[in-house]
């Protein structure tokens, strides 16, 4: 698949997980049921344009439904139960939409892997003084993440998603669970701190892998890792499920 297809893709992903969100929002407001699914067709109709545009770039292979929405009766003519039922049946066929993209044409790698450029081309621009601890670096990326659009508890978490090794639990600093993907930062101060870190990772991977499908290591250094090469040299792989960013102070 071309870059530009998938380009597109991405987009249309983010559109449906728009789409859901706008959707979350109507379900969780304070309104009276008879109020919280009104919107029900003009969620059916951008649910369908999004599929439709899908559809002309791939052959979708999920089991979508659609509507013929020109029979489809406005809020007004309908009980609230039955625009419930049409709010439920776009909001699951939307979920069948993001899971067809993600799944089948693998674009969760995609993005991971783009999430990796983008700390590595913005996170130096980020930290204005020498960091002295993993935490500010931590607090740095969140504020990346949300910079990027994105919310704790909805879009990810940080230091929940534990992990259980034999008789300890294991706490990733980060997790987008959309993408199956912990995230884990380093902060490198020398060379033999650097070492160190190295075995961490090594560490890390050996648990993290048994719950997420991809890990993204990202390594601040003020001055241990002087060839970049041979520290990176063994630890990613070459699927990209294990990524490592290597930022320079």
Not at 201 to 226: C, E, H, P
Request: hydrophobic content about 40%; aromatic content about 10%.
């Amino acid at each position: 698949m071309d870059k530009s297809t998938v380009n597109k893709l991405l987009g249309y992903r983010m559109s449906a997980l728009a789409l859901k969100q706008a959707m979350d929002v109507s379900l969780s407001s304070n309104a009276e049921n008879m109020f919280r699914y009104v919107g029900f067709r003009n969620f059916m109709t951008k649910y369908q344009q999004i599929a439709e545009s899908v559809s002309e770039l791939v052959e979708i292979t999920a089991p979508l439904g659609y509507w013929d929405i020109s029979k489809i009766k406005s809020s007004f003519e309908l009980t609230w139960p039955r625009q419930k039922e049409y709010f439920e049946a776009v909001y699951t066929n939307n979920l069948l939409l993001v899971a067809f993209l993600e799944h089948s044409v693998d674009l969760r790698a995609d993005e991971t892997r783009g999430l990796a450029d983008f700390f590595q081309a913005c996170l130096r621009k980020a930290v204005f003084d020498v960091p002295q601890k993993e935490k500010d670096i931590q607090d740095v990326v969140e504020q990346l993440l949300i910079g990027r659009g994105m919310s704790r508890g909805i879009d990810y978490e940080r230091e929940k998603g534990r992990v259980k090794v034999s008789i300890k639990e294991v706490i990733p600093d980060f997790i987008i669970i959309r993408l199956s993907l912990a995230i884990e930062i380093k902060l490198c101060r020398d060379s033999s701190h650097a070492r160190v870190i190295v075995d961490q990772i090594n560490a890390d991977i050996q648990s993290y892998q048994k719950a997420y499908a991809r890990i993204l290591f990202i390594v601040y250094d003020t001055g241990g890792i002087r060839n970049e090469a041979e520290f990176r040299n063994g630890l990613e792989t070459e699927d990209g499920n294990i990524l490592l960013v290597v930022v320079k102070h």
